[in-house]
């Protein structure tokens, strides 16, 4: 999978920045919001903009096509749909922003779950003249799967319905009904015309009678779901458990620092400071934090996402692939995974195949025991006993690990609640998973419970564990 990136640069190194996905149905006009925002925003690079104005004047266009501004790839531009993750970085004088803009088709369904993995805010467009769809349903199945904080509802096109309020309160009244069941928290429905600019950056003039604010304020006013601090967020969640995934043991030898070890790395979510109680995962030993080294000097206090080297009390073994958690909220360590997960190669999943698992900076061997569940996306229900999951499905999975591992739930941590599946052969990524259950509302099925471990067994020669 490609990905693009382009950085027009930053108008303010101290304004927040905000990671969001855009979702919709091909033809929704995903790619002509993202142009919008770009465009009236004064985002886009001269040049970029000239380079679109010549390619749409080559298709007989008269008007610059701005959805050619996120479609970079050339089968992407010659096809008109947007056939991977394209990344855009941009910035207004209130927040910095990285959006995803994933592809609409079914096929595509781990580009979606690639680019909303990491997003704070998933926009779901949907064609006013057509409502709610299926592929709008397997949107908002997959922003509750993946626990993202905050879903916009952008009821696009409204110019193609004479910006009617009728029909857009009844697309906002079934599609909030329907993320209820998902588990999704708040829904923020917008009526908007990617192609003529209303409700995107600027006020309609021609929707008098919605008063909220317009796509880029509502992304520029979203509360941060990251604590700068470790404190409450500032929607008022919680900061979320305290992790430190260990990547490299710093231990230089020399004779200014004869006995200096430390642990780099960066912390994935929560605060550390000097003289807390922790515990170093797996394996469970215990010490202080006896100093915090940020930047080449030493510091008090860190926080997620900053990168840091921690001084222990104690010379107790800590190695790359550990992670350091307070000592009294510490996540269990297992042998034994129930997570769901979504295929991304090719190749199946099956029941018995040898994996890698790899969660933060550890990597481990393993094996599928089982497949209780696909997930069929289109009415929320549980497929028993698939046996495989091929490209694009998600199911729940059981996994045996050769060693322990130290994962939180999804629910409770994105960062450290999530793996990768890779194929050992090669080392390409099969699935990725998240751990424990799958969505909070009552409008998915529950899945059924685990069966006995699969005909792969942990009996395979040389992975005997």
Request: aromatic share 4%.
């Amino acid at each position: 999978m490609t990905s693009t990136t382009e950085q027009p640069g930053a108008r303010s190194s101290t304004t927040t920045l905000l990671r969001f996905a855009t979702a919709g149905s091909v033809d929704d006009g995903k790619s002509t919001l993202v142009g919008r925002l770009l465009h009236d925003s004064k985002s886009v690079l001269v040049d970029q903009l000239e380079a679109v104005r010549e390619f749409s004047h080559g298709r007989g266009q008269e008007a610059p096509d701005l959805a050619l501004l996120t479609d970079g790839l050339r089968a992407e531009r010659e096809q008109g749909i947007t056939i991977d993750v394209a990344y855009r970085y941009f910035a207004t004088p209130r927040r910095r922003f990285i959006l995803a803009d994933t592809p609409g088709h079914v096929q595509y369904t781990r580009n979606m779950v690639t680019g909303a993995s990491t997003a704070e805010l998933t926009v779901i467009l949907v064609d006013a003249r057509n409502g709610v769809v299926e592929q709008t349903r397997r949107h908002a199945a997959l922003a509750a799967l993946l626990r993202v904080p905050h879903v916009v509802l952008a009821v696009n096109k409204m110019d193609l319905v004479g910006f009617a309020r009728p029909v857009f309160a009844a697309i906002a009244e079934e599609f909030t009904a329907y993320a209820t069941k998902l588990g999704v928290p708040a829904v923020t429905a917008i009526p908007i015309s990617a192609l003529t600019g209303d409700n995107v950056v600027e006020p309609s003039a021609a929707m008098d009678w919605y008063g909220g604010p317009t796509v880029l304020e509502h992304l520029e006013a979203v509360p941060e779901s990251r604590p700068p601090a470790g404190g409450p967020c500032a929607d008022g969640g919680p900061a979320g458990p305290t992790r430190f995934p260990v990547q490299y043991v710093i231990r230089p030898q020399t004779a200014e620092h004869p006995d200096y070890r430390g642990y780099a790395g960066q912390i994935a979510a929560g605060v550390l400071r000097v003289g807390e109680e922790i515990a170093v995962l797996p394996a469970g030993r215990t010490s202080k934090v006896a100093g915090i080294d940020l930047l080449g000097r030493s510091v008090e206090v860190a926080w997620a996402p900053q990168s840091v080297t921690l001084l222990l009390e104690d010379d107790i073994d800590v190695s790359r692939g550990d992670i350091i958690v307070p000592a009294d909220d510490a996540p269990v360590a297992t042998r034994n995974v129930e997570a769901t997960v979504c295929q991304v190669a090719d190749s199946p999943l099956t029941v018995g195949r040898r994996v890698l698992l790899k969660h933060t900076t550890r990597t481990v061997k393993a094996i599928v025991e089982d497949i209780p569940s696909r997930l069929t996306l289109d009415d929320l229900t549980q497929h028993p006993a698939p046996e495989r999951l091929v490209a694009n499905d998600i199911g729940r999975v059981v996994i045996r690990t050769a060693e322990p591992v130290a994962l939180d739930s999804y629910a409770r941590s994105r960062r450290t609640g999530s793996f990768l599946l890779i194929d050992p052969a090669d080392g390409a990524t099969l699935a990725a998973g998240m751990a424990g259950d799958a969505f909070t509302g009552s409008g998915a099925a529950d899945a059924p419970a685990p069966g006995a471990p699969g005909p792969g067994g942990a009996a395979d020669e040389g992975w005997d564990f």
